[in-house]
C-alpha cells in the first residue's frame, strides 16, 4: 500500500514541476527512468529504438487507450489549475 502511496505522491510532485517548468521537467524525469545501459543502447541504435517505440505506442493504443486518455486529462487538469491558482493569487495581492 505505501508503495502504490509513493507513486502518487511522485505523479503529484511530476504534475507540478510540468506546470511550473513545463514540458522539459516530464522529459527529464523520463530520462531519470531509464537506466544506462538501456540509454547506451539507443544512442547505438536509434532506428530500432523509435520502432520499438511506435510498436509499443500503438500497442498500449489499443490495449490501454481509455487510461491513457484519463490520465492525460488528469495530468491536464492539474496543471491548468496550477496556472489559474499561481494567476488568481497574484491578481489579489496577495504575497503568501
Same mark, same amino acid.
Given at each position: 500500500? @505505501? $508503495?502504490?502511496? #509513493?507513486? $502518487? #505522491?511522485? +505523479?503529484?510532485?511530476?504534475?507540478?514541476?510540468? +506546470? /511550473?517548468? %513545463?514540458?522539459? @521537467?516530464?522529459?527529464?524525469?523520463?530520462?531519470?527512468?531509464?537506466? !544506462?545501459?538501456?540509454? #547506451?543502447?539507443? $544512442?547505438?541504435?536509434?532506428?530500432? @529504438?523509435?520502432?520499438?517505440?511506435? !510498436?509499443?505506442?500503438?500497442?498500449?493504443?489499443?490495449?490501454?487507450? /481509455?487510461?491513457?486518455? @484519463? +490520465?492525460?486529462?488528469?495530468?491536464?487538469? !492539474?496543471? +491548468?489549475?496550477?496556472?489559474?491558482? !499561481?494567476?488568481? %493569487?497574484? %491578481?489579489? %495581492?496577495?504575497? #503568501?
Amino acid at each position: 500500500m @505505501a $508503495r502504490n502511496f #509513493d507513486f $502518487r #505522491d511522485r +505523479a503529484a510532485s511530476l504534475g507540478q514541476a510540468l +506546470a /511550473e517548468d %513545463g514540458p522539459a @521537467a516530464f522529459f527529464e524525469e523520463v530520462e531519470n527512468l531509464i537506466p !544506462a545501459p538501456l540509454r #547506451d543502447q539507443v $544512442r547505438n541504435f536509434p532506428l530500432l @529504438a523509435v520502432t520499438a517505440g511506435v !510498436a509499443l505506442g500503438v500497442w498500449l493504443g489499443m490495449k490501454k487507450s /481509455e487510461d491513457i486518455i @484519463a +490520465a492525460g486529462s488528469s495530468l491536464v487538469t !492539474a496543471a +491548468a489549475m496550477s496556472n489559474v491558482s !499561481a494567476a488568481m %493569487g497574484r %491578481g489579489t %495581492g496577495n504575497e #503568501d
